[in-house]
């Protein structure tokens, strides 16, 4: 059964930093990929990056040169750095799983549509 774990939530003040973890369980082919959404509210949910096994990244204009997408050696854990936050980045953040097979040797996506797992989520307010 595919898992999905965030931490790495808080409060943080406008131009800090957060480190957002993601533990992905019960999958072991390395053929998936990984993103990170974010929903702040009364807003629609955001893609923000994402991680194709294969090696692809993506992020999304908001978020570029600000936050980087990376994966730990075991390949069971996946982070989000985040700097330079703003207020605007306050929400809602979420890992999501792409295991169809295939999935790791293509671009990666920022479409929710296409993420089978989900999970729990972790807030990041960024506020003063």
């Known amino acids: 059964q595919v898992q999905l774990e965030e931490s790495g939530g808080g409060l943080v003040q406008p131009g800090g930093s957060l480190r957002l973890s993601c533990v992905f369980s019960?999958?072991?082919?390395?053929?998936?990929?990984i993103a990170w959404f974010r929903q702040a509210p009364g807003k629609e949910r955001e893609g923000v990056s994402c991680?194709?096994?294969?090696?692809?990244?993506d992020y999304a204009d908001s978020v570029k040169g600000r936050f980087t997408i990376s994966r730990d050696n075991d390949k069971k854990t996946f982070y989000l750095q985040m700097n330079n936050l703003t207020p605007n980045d306050t929400g809602e953040y979420s890992c999501?799983?792409?295991?169809?097979?295939?999935?790791?040797?293509?671009?990666?996506?920022?479409?929710?549509?296409?993420?089978?797992?989900w999970g729990q989520g972790t807030q990041v307010t960024v506020s003063s």
């Open positions: 999501a799983a792409d295991v169809n097979v295939g999935t790791g040797r293509l671009p990666c996506l920022l479409s929710h549509r296409i993420y089978d797992y």
């Open positions: 019960g999958f072991s082919r390395d053929d998936y990929a």
């Open positions: 991680f194709a096994s294969g090696g692809n990244t």
